[in-house]
């Protein structure tokens, strides 16, 4: 079974730039949520989308948007790019609401 | 708000010995689930045990325990037999029950097993 699936694994942008992330989640799972891991923090939640629809989001900037796709995969949607948005973005998926799997995570770098 | 807390930024153990991660948490929930994520350099966050609150009986998954103490708020992971493949960030997590499905992690401590 493919595990979580992130794309790029690298990106790297200009302040003021924008950047989509892609995630493709585990067969038959319909919640994909996105978390930030800044440097020296913990994973810091994003956004949780299910069904289409966004169901939480967490304390962000609106120029952090997403939106997933009929067939479940998600983007994330980082505008206005500041130096501070250098992270690390983790994508997760899960059948349930604690059955959690992550993909390996894109690294963006704004310079 | 959930706040988690890893007081140990780093942490090392001999090969095969045995090690404590410590965790607290603060909240005014009664329902709620705690989890140990492992980080390797491959970036991929791997659950490494899970506990529910309502149960009193510590978690357990094969060299992987933990010490769950609700009062004290409490949540340390005991790693015995300690392996090199245990050599990764160690994250404490928190969730709610029922509201949003979201995480709120620690910062993590770093381990790493020496041979």
């Known amino acids: 079974e493919a595990g979580v699936t992130q794309s790029p694994t690298h990106l790297i942008k200009t302040r003021g730039q924008q950047a989509t992330l892609r995630c493709s989640p585990i067969?038959?799972?319909?919640?994909v949520y996105w978390y930030q891991q800044a440097l020296g923090l913990g994973l810091q939640f994003l956004l949780w989308?299910?069904?289409?629809?966004?169901?939480n989001r967490g304390n962000f900037p609106p120029r952090f948007s997403g939106r997933q796709f009929p067939n479940y995969s998600s983007e994330l949607n980082v505008n206005a790019l500041e130096l501070e948005d250098s992270a690390l973005y983790l994508c997760?998926?899960?059948?349930?609401?604690?059955?959690?799997?992550f993909g390996s995570g894109t690294r963006l770098t704004v310079v | 708000a959930q706040t988690v807390t890893q007081s140990q930024p780093e942490m090392s153990v001999q090969e095969a010995e045995t090690v404590t991660l410590s965790c607290t948490y603060d909240?005014?929930?009664?329902?709620?689930?705690l989890f140990w994520y492992k980080q390797p350099p491959s970036r991929q966050m791997i659950l490494v045990i899970r506990?529910?609150?309502?149960?009193?009986q510590n978690a357990t998954e094969n060299r992987f325990s933990v010490n769950f103490q609700k009062a004290a708020k409490s949540f340390s992971l005991k790693i015995s037999d300690s392996q090199l493949g245990d050599t990764a960030m160690y994250f404490c997590?928190?969730?709610?029950?029922?509201?949003?499905?979201?995480?709120?992690f620690g910062t993590g401590t770093s381990l790493t097993v020496i041979p």
């Open positions: 997760a998926s899960s059948p349930d609401f604690y059955g959690y799997t």
């Open positions: 067969s038959g799972h319909t919640s």
């Open positions: 506990q529910e609150a309502y149960k009193q």
């Open positions: 989308y299910d069904e289409g629809e966004e169901r």
């Open positions: 909240t005014s929930e009664n329902n709620y689930y």
């Open positions: 997590a928190f969730m709610k029950v029922l509201t949003g499905n979201q995480f709120y």
